[in-house]
């Protein structure tokens, strides 16, 4: 096992981490053709990868590894995809990099292998096992961090998770490239990386908890927006109103009642305002326990809640839609966080998924007419018209087949 190969594995463990399989087809790339591309042919890293194992190398490994890498980087464009593979994605990335790094580090990975099987841990092998563990406590510190922008864009309303998907694709195989030419200084940037994911998290959390007020009854803290403590019971007296993003607003609700609903609109408890992390219609909160949407009648009146919303929604999007090409964006900003995001967040990911692309086709179809006079002012409200209906009638139908189970069983 060489330096480079050491260097090589160790620094690209925050890109496996983010982007495993684009990390692994840029290296078996970097390891078959790498030797002939420009003034980085002769670099030692680069020699180090060519002396990788043939199968490494092959056609049929960089077809894979390409097929999966435009998978990944395709299903990043997906909210509802990407939740499925967040099941996985510890376990995945930690595999992927353990092979590249076995591929790496000895030319002979069968012998290897091998060794492994009769004789136990090669020192090759070993380092290969800490480049796998690294990885893992990678992905988890990424995942905890990119929490933070799901909380506060689940359903990519405003792009954030869009940014966030290109940022990483990008950092994937530019950062391969930096760590190539500049080993040393990208090993130290991979540390102050996963340093800095590590620290952004923990301020949020402590942020967090400097927020929370206590409850008047028995002092256990609360979130500002809660409306009853999860530990006695107690009723805040003045619970904060929600913001746009599920975060307490500085003035209290005006309306209790309305102020529930607002929350689970921001997928928030509508009892201690505590985030609902899942895509489904009924679900218990992992605080106070509280079940969202306990009865069909409780589901109407939310329903009936987002649909007050639609008028105003309406008429803002008819004014910004005036305005041609520009009024777009903001537009459809505006209508997904205010009336779309407390429909799409409760739909299950492959339903959703399916959802979003019936919204899509039909937008296509019509967002060509938007820079026309007058017609054009039309199509704004349309999009929002019809975007509320499709994901209603989504909701709906998922919430038909979940509120049923109870009462059959």
């Not at 990390?23 to 670099?43: H, K, M, Q, S, Y």
């Not at 019971?233 to 599920?246: I, L």
């Not at 992390?277 to 009146?301: G, I, L």
Request: hydrophobic share 50%; aromatic share 8%; net charge positive.
């Amino acid at each position: 096992m060489s330096l480079p190969a050491v260097l090589y594995t160790l620094s690209s463990v925050p890109i496996f981490a983010s982007r495993p399989f684009l990390a692994a087809f840029v290296t078996a790339l970097l390891a078959r053709f790498g030797t002939e591309l420009p003034w980085i042919g002769d670099n030692s890293i680069v020699v180090a990868l060519s002396a990788s194992p043939e199968w490494f190398q092959s056609t049929t490994c960089i077809a894979v590894l390409g097929f999966w890498a435009l998978l990944e980087v395709l299903s990043a464009k997906s909210p509802e995809v990407r939740q499925v593979l967040e099941q996985v994605d510890g376990l995945v990335k930690t595999a992927v990099a353990m092979l590249v790094s076995f591929a790496v580090i000895d030319a002979d990975t069968a012998r290897t292998i091998g060794a492994i099987q009769k004789a136990g841990l090669s020192f090759d092998s070993a380092w290969a096992l800490v480049i796998g563990a690294s990885t893992w406590l990678a992905a988890g510190l990424r995942r905890k961090a990119v929490e933070l922008v799901i909380e506060a864009d689940e359903g990519d309303d405003i792009g954030l998770q869009s940014l966030l998907a290109w940022a990483e694709n990008s950092w994937a195989v530019l950062g391969i490239l930096f760590l190539v030419i500049f080993p040393l200084a990208a090993l130290v940037l991979s540390l102050l990386t996963t340093l800095g994911i590590w620290l952004v998290r923990r301020r949020a959390a402590a942020r967090e908890e400097r927020a929370k007020v206590p409850c008047a009854g028995c002092q256990t803290p609360l979130r500002p927006h809660a409306t009853r403590c999860h530990g006695c019971q107690h009723e805040v007296a003045a619970p904060r109103a929600v913001g746009v993003f599920g975060q307490p607003k500085e003035r209290a609700t005006d309306d209790r009642t309305r102020h529930a609903f607002d929350l689970v609109a921001r997928k928030r408890c509508p009892v201690c305002a505590s985030r609902l992390a899942k895509c489904a219609v009924q679900q218990a909160c992992p605080t106070c326990t509280r079940v969202t949407f306990a009865s069909p009648a409780e589901f109407e009146r939310y329903l009936d809640v987002l649909a007050a919303r639609l008028p105003k929604t309406l008429l803002v999007s008819l004014g910004l839609g005036a305005i041609p090409l520009l009024g777009v964006i903001p537009g459809v900003i505006y209508y997904r966080l205010n009336l779309v995001a407390g429909l799409r967040g409760y739909i299950p990911p492959l339903r959703g998924c399916t959802t979003r692309w019936i919204v899509r086709v039909i937008h296509l179809a019509v967002i060509v007419l938007q820079p026309i006079p007058v017609l054009g002012a039309l199509v704004l409200p349309f999009m929002c018209w019809s975007t509320y209906a499709i994901y209603r009638r989504s909701l709906a139908g998922r919430a038909r087949e979940e509120l049923a189970a109870p009462a059959r069983a």
